[in-house]
């Protein structure tokens, strides 16, 4: 399967924790990284392979994976988080890449 | 300092061949396992991967796209190019590109993309 799935939109309180997932069969053999992306920006690398954070990206953004589920995690989220998140891998054949539809998260 | 951006037409008809160019600075189109991928967004959707281009000349395209689109590099003057022909309306997009890096460790195994350009916005309408 070529595809990765991701939940539309998400909501969290602020302070909170919120985590966003992605699916997909190509999870089961490559680690998924996740962006960030605020209105009118380019995305932005948060979190790659198995939980690696590129420099200067908060701690309270973390990775997981699981089967054929990828996890992208906020503990204490901030007003400045909000903002769509994508997950991306190499496909099952690892020729491509695919990204997910991407998740609106709002922090209330 | 690790730069990409983007350049080319904001405008293009219906049939005519969109080429954009990513020029990139900091690092080399010719050494490691990195390379440049190109991205689209049209407007309010999501992201779409459409080729990449590495340093070991592997190349691969979007399998819904790959008759329209070629990817090529021009190592000196640290650029790589895209091209999709037979342009709609439905390509109107922000095009970006990004330095695409494979990942790996004892036990993993990711491709990412760490250093993205502005993004620019092509609109194709006669």
């Known amino acids: 399967s070529s595809e990765l799935t991701q939940d539309p939109a998400v909501s969290v309180a602020l302070g909170q924790t919120v985590r966003i997932t992605c699916q997909g069969d190509?999870?089961?053999?490559?680690?998924a990284s996740w962006y960030q992306q605020k209105p009118g920006q380019a995305p932005v690398l948060v979190i790659y392979s198995k939980n690696n954070r590129p420099s200067g990206i908060p701690d309270r953004f973390s990775g997981s994976s699981s089967g054929n589920t990828a996890s992208l995690t906020i503990t204490g989220a901030q007003a400045e988080d909000e903002a769509d998140y994508y997950c991306t891998s190499r496909d099952s054949s690892g020729n491509h890449v695919v990204f997910g539809g991407g998740t609106k998260l709002t922090v209330l | 300092q690790v730069t990409l951006k983007e350049s080319g037409p904001v405008l293009v008809k219906p049939t005519e061949t969109l080429t954009l160019t990513c020029t990139v600075s900091?690092?080399?189109?010719?050494?490691?396992?990195?390379?440049v991928s190109w991205i689209r967004q049209p407007p309010g959707k999501a992201l779409e991967w459409l080729a990449h281009s590495f340093s070991n000349d592997e190349k691969s395209y979007s399998t819904s796209l790959k008759r329209r689109l070629t990817i090529s590099k021009d190592t000196s003057k640290s650029q790589v190019v895209l091209s999709m022909t037979n342009m709609d309306p439905v390509d109107t997009a922000t095009y970006y590109c990004?330095?695409?890096?494979?990942?790996?460790?004892?036990?993993?195994?990711?491709?990412?993309?760490?250093?993205w350009g502005q993004g620019t916005l092509v609109t194709v309408s006669s």
């Open positions: 990004a330095r695409i890096r494979d990942y790996y460790d004892s036990s993993s195994y990711s491709t990412l993309f760490d250093y």
């Open positions: 900091g690092f080399s189109l010719s050494n490691g396992r990195m390379g």
């Open positions: 190509s999870l089961r053999s490559y680690y």
